[in-house]
C-alpha cells in the first residue's frame, strides 16, 4: 500500500501556505530516488508564524483554559495520529528509510507521548506551601509563551511529539523546524494537529535551514524557550544565543554510549541486546551503544559469537518485513560513516565484520552500509570517542569494576549505559558510577514515556519525558496571599 506526499505547503501559523523560501528535497534514500521538493519557510514565513503564534497564545480562550479541557486537545491528537498511524508510518519510512517495523513503533510512541502528557496535565497538582505567616503560599505554573521546537531526522515523528505535547500541554504556542532531510513526517503531523481543531496559530511547521530558519528562531526575542535535538556542536551554538538572551533551553545531544558485558552474564540475552542497541536504526540512534566493553575472560569467545551473530542480521529493503537493518537515511550521511570506518583503519582498527557497503541487487542504488564491527583501537582514539551514528561499533576488553567505570566514564558524552551481568549489586554499583542519562542493566534501548530522559555533558542538558517534562515548558510562580486581615507593621505607625 502506499499513500499520497503532502502537497508541500507550509503550516505556518494554523494557515497552509506555499513556503517563499529555499527548496527542500525529501529523499528515499533506499532506492535513491526523490521523494518531493517543497519550497521551505523564509524570513517572512518565520516571522509570520511567530506573529500570528503571539496572538493565539495571548488570547485567553487558550492561556487560562482549565488544564482537563487543554487536555481534550492532545487526546484528540493521540487520536488522530493513532487512526492515521499505517499512513504516517509509510510516509515516516519513506522520508528516513526506516523499517516500517521501526517506523510504525515511533507513530505509537508519538500517540502515546500526547495522550500521556493530556493525563499528567490533568492530574498535575499546585503546590500549597508550608505557612510561614498569616497567608497562603503557593507555587503555580504558568506558560512561558512561544517554544521554538527544533528537530532531527533521525526519530522524528517522535522527537516532534515529545516536544509538542508538552509545550502545548502547558499552555504554550509550538513553532517546530524539522530537519531538512525529513521535513514529510512533520507536515502531516501538523495535519492531525490542525484536524484536533487546535485554535489556529498555535502550532507551525517551518521547514527550512537550521542556519537560517533555525537561528532566526532561537535569537527571536519573543522565542521564551527553545528545546532542541540535535548534534552537540549545533546544541553548543545554541546555547549562546541561549545564554546572551537568557532563555531556557534543553539539548538532548549526541552519545557515544557504553555497554559493559560481564564473565557472568546470560550471553545470549547480551548478544541481543548489543545488537539490537547499536545496529537497530541503522546505528542512526542518539543512545546506540556505540562503545562495547567485553571482560578479558570472556572477550575471544564473546566477540566471536557476536560477529557471527552481526554477520545473520538481515540487512534489507525498509519495507521488506524482514528486514533487521535498513538503508541510512542518505547517501552523504552513509558516505560519512563510511568516512569514518576509513578513518578507523588509518588509526589501526581491525574490521572484524562489515566496514564495507554490501554489493548486489536492490543494494546499488540505496544508502546501505554493513553492521561493523571494530577492535583492536584504544578508548583515547578518535573512533572511540567520537559520536558515528551508523551501525558501527568498536569493541574494547577490560580487567575489573574500577577499569571499566574509567574508561566508561572517559568521554566528552554522558547519555547512556548498557550493563550486562547476572550480579545485579555489581550493576547497581556501576549504575550509579557511570556518567549517563540513562542505565539500561540486562537490557537496552527500552523506552518509557514516564521515565525522564536526557544526557550530560556533550549530551546535553535537561529532561524529557516524565511528569516533570511539562514542567520543563512552563514558568513558576510563587503567590503569597494575605487572607488574614491583620494589620501589616508599618501600618502600625501613627
Ligand atoms: P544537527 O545537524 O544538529 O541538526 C538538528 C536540527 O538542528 C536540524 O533541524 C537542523 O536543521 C537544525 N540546525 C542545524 N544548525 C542549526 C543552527 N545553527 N540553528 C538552529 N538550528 C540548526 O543534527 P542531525 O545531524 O540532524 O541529528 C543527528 C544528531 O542528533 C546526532 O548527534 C544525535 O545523537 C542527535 N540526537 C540526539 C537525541 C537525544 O535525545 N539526545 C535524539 C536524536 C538525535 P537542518 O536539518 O536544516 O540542518
Given at each position: 500500500?502506499?499513500?499520497?506526499?503532502?502537497?508541500?505547503?507550509?503550516?505556518?501559523?494554523?494557515?497552509?501556505?506555499?513556503?517563499?523560501?529555499?527548496?527542500?528535497?525529501?529523499?528515499?534514500?533506499?532506492?535513491?530516488?526523490?521523494?518531493?521538493?517543497?519550497?521551505?519557510?523564509?524570513?517572512?514565513?518565520?516571522?509570520?508564524?511567530?506573529?500570528?503564534?503571539?496572538?493565539?497564545?495571548?488570547?485567553?480562550?487558550?492561556?487560562?483554559?482549565?488544564?482537563?479541557?487543554?487536555?481534550?486537545?492532545?487526546?484528540?491528537?493521540?487520536?488522530?495520529?493513532?487512526?492515521?498511524?499505517?499512513?504516517?508510518?509509510?510516509?515516516?519510512?519513506?522520508?528516513?528509510?526506516?523499517?516500517?517495523?521501526?517506523?510504525?513503533?515511533?507513530?505509537?510512541?508519538?500517540?502515546?507521548?500526547?495522550?500521556?502528557?493530556?493525563?499528567?496535565?490533568?492530574?498535575?497538582?499546585?503546590?500549597?506551601?508550608?505557612?510561614?505567616?498569616?497567608?497562603?503560599?503557593?507555587?503555580?505554573?504558568?506558560?512561558?509563551?512561544?517554544?521554538?521546537?527544533?528537530?532531527?531526522?533521525?526519530?522524528?515523528?517522535?522527537?516532534?511529539?515529545?516536544?509538542?505535547?508538552?509545550?502545548?500541554?502547558?499552555?504554550?504556542?509550538?513553532?517546530?523546524?524539522?530537519?531538512?532531510?525529513?521535513?514529510?513526517?512533520?507536515?502531516?503531523?501538523?495535519?492531525?494537529?490542525?484536524?484536533?481543531?487546535?485554535?489556529?496559530?498555535?502550532?507551525?511547521?517551518?521547514?527550512?535551514?537550521?542556519?537560517?530558519?533555525?537561528?532566526?528562531?532561537?535569537?527571536?526575542?519573543?522565542?521564551?524557550?527553545?528545546?532542541?535535538?540535535?548534534?552537540?556542536?549545533?546544541?553548543?551554538?545554541?546555547?549562546?544565543?541561549?545564554?546572551?538572551?537568557?532563555?531556557?533551553?534543553?539539548?538532548?545531544?549526541?552519545?557515544?554510549?557504553?555497554?559493559?558485558?560481564?564473565?557472568?552474564?546470560?550471553?545470549?540475552?547480551?548478544?541481543?541486546?548489543?545488537?539490537?542497541?547499536?545496529?537497530?536504526?541503522?546505528?542512526?540512534?542518539?543512545?546506540?551503544?556505540?562503545?562495547?566493553?567485553?571482560?578479558?575472560?570472556?572477550?575471544?569467545?564473546?566477540?566471536?559469537?557476536?560477529?557471527?551473530?552481526?554477520?545473520?542480521?538481515?540487512?534489507?529493503?525498509?519495507?521488506?518485513?524482514?528486514?533487521?537493518?535498513?538503508?541510512?537515511?542518505?547517501?552523504?550521511?552513509?558516505?560519512?560513516?563510511?568516512?569514518?570506518?576509513?578513518?578507523?583503519?588509518?588509526?589501526?582498527?581491525?574490521?572484524?565484520?562489515?566496514?564495507?557497503?554490501?554489493?548486489?541487487?536492490?543494494?546499488?542504488?540505496?544508502?546501505?552500509?554493513?553492521?561493523?564491527?571494530?577492535?583492536?583501537?584504544?578508548?583515547?582514539?578518535?573512533?572511540?570517542?567520537?559520536?558515528?551514528?551508523?551501525?558501527?561499533?568498536?569493541?574494547?576488553?577490560?580487567?575489573?569494576?574500577?577499569?571499566?567505570?574509567?574508561?566508561?566514564?572517559?568521554?566528552?558524552?554522558?547519555?547512556?549505559?548498557?550493563?550486562?551481568?547476572?550480579?545485579?549489586?555489581?550493576?547497581?554499583?556501576?549504575?550509579?558510577?557511570?556518567?549517563?542519562?540513562?542505565?539500561?542493566?540486562?537490557?537496552?534501548?527500552?523506552?518509557?514515556?514516564?521515565?525522564?530522559?536526557?544526557?550530560?555533558?556533550?549530551?546535553?542538558?535537561?529532561?524529557?519525558?516524565?511528569?516533570?517534562?511539562?514542567?520543563?515548558?512552563?514558568?513558576?510562580?510563587?503567590i503569597y496571599d494575605d487572607h488574614s486581615g491583620q494589620p501589616l507593621p508599618w501600618a502600625r505607625w501613627p
Amino acid at each position: 500500500m502506499t499513500f499520497p506526499f503532502p502537497d508541500g505547503r507550509l503550516f505556518i501559523g494554523g494557515e497552509w501556505e506555499t513556503g517563499r523560501g529555499a527548496e527542500i528535497t525529501s529523499v528515499f534514500a533506499a532506492e535513491g530516488v526523490e521523494n518531493m521538493t517543497l519550497a521551505g519557510a523564509s524570513r517572512e514565513d518565520v516571522l509570520s508564524a511567530i506573529d500570528r503564534a503571539r496572538t493565539a497564545q495571548a488570547d485567553p480562550a487558550w492561556r487560562n483554559l482549565k488544564p482537563h479541557e487543554r487536555a481534550t486537545y492532545l487526546y484528540r491528537i493521540a487520536e488522530g495520529i493513532s487512526a492515521n498511524s499505517e499512513r504516517l508510518s509509510w510516509l515516516q519510512s519513506r522520508d528516513t528509510s526506516k523499517s516500517r517495523a521501526e517506523a510504525r513503533a515511533l507513530v505509537a510512541s508519538a500517540a502515546a507521548t500526547f495522550r500521556y502528557f493530556g493525563a499528567v496535565l490533568e492530574t498535575s497538582d499546585e503546590l500549597l506551601t508550608a505557612p510561614r505567616g498569616d497567608y497562603l503560599t503557593c507555587s503555580v505554573h504558568d506558560p512561558i509563551g512561544l517554544v521554538a521546537a527544533i528537530t532531527p531526522w533521525n526519530s522524528p515523528i517522535a522527537s516532534d511529539a515529545q516536544k509538542a505535547a508538552p509545550a502545548l500541554a502547558a499552555g504554550n504556542a509550538v513553532l517546530l523546524k524539522p530537519a531538512s532531510w525529513s521535513p514529510i513526517i512533520s507536515l502531516e503531523l501538523a495535519r492531525i494537529v490542525e484536524e484536533a481543531g487546535l485554535p489556529k496559530g498555535l502550532y507551525s511547521v517551518l521547514p527550512g535551514s537550521g542556519r537560517e530558519v533555525g537561528n532566526l528562531l532561537v535569537e527571536h526575542p519573543d522565542i521564551g524557550k527553545v528545546s532542541f535535538t540535535g548534534g552537540t556542536s549545533t546544541g553548543r551554538h545554541l546555547a549562546h544565543v541561549a545564554a546572551e538572551k537568557l532563555m531556557p533551553i534543553s539539548l538532548e545531544l549526541g552519545g557515544k554510549s557504553p555497554t559493559i558485558v560481564f564473565d557472568d552474564c546470560d550471553e545470549d540475552q547480551a548478544i541481543a541486546g548489543i545488537l539490537f542497541g547499536i545496529f537497530s536504526s541503522t546505528g542512526q540512534s542518539c543512545i546506540a551503544g556505540s562503545r562495547l566493553f567485553v571482560q578479558r575472560s570472556i572477550y575471544d569467545r564473546f566477540v566471536a559469537r557476536l560477529v557471527e551473530a552481526t554477520e545473520a542480521l538481515k540487512v534489507g529493503h525498509p519495507f521488506d518485513a524482514a528486514t533487521q537493518v535498513s538503508s541510512m537515511v542518505h547517501a552523504d550521511h552513509r558516505d560519512t560513516v563510511e568516512a569514518y570506518v576509513r578513518a578507523a583503519r588509518d588509526e589501526g582498527g581491525e574490521i572484524l565484520t562489515g566496514g564495507a557497503r554490501p554489493q548486489g541487487a536492490g543494494y546499488d542504488d540505496g544508502a546501505y552500509y554493513m553492521p561493523t564491527i571494530i577492535a583492536g583501537l584504544a578508548n583515547t582514539d578518535r573512533t572511540c570517542r567520537e559520536e558515528i551514528f551508523g551501525p558501527v561499533l568498536v569493541v574494547m576488553p577490560f580487567d575489573d569494576e574500577a577499569d571499566v567505570i574509567a574508561m566508561s566514564n572517559d568521554n566528552d558524552y554522558g547519555l547512556a549505559c548498557g550493563l550486562w551481568s547476572r550480579d545485579h549489586a555489581k550493576c547497581w554499583r556501576l549504575a550509579r558510577a557511570i556518567r549517563a542519562g540513562t542505565v539500561w542493566i540486562n537490557t537496552y534501548k527500552q523506552f518509557s514515556i514516564s521515565t525522564p530522559f536526557g544526557g550530560d555533558g556533550a549530551s546535553g542538558m535537561g529532561r524529557e519525558k516524565g511528569r516533570a517534562g511539562l514542567r520543563a515548558y512552563q514558568r513558576q510562580k510563587s503567590i503569597y496571599d494575605d487572607h488574614s486581615g491583620q494589620p501589616l507593621p508599618w501600618a502600625r505607625w501613627p
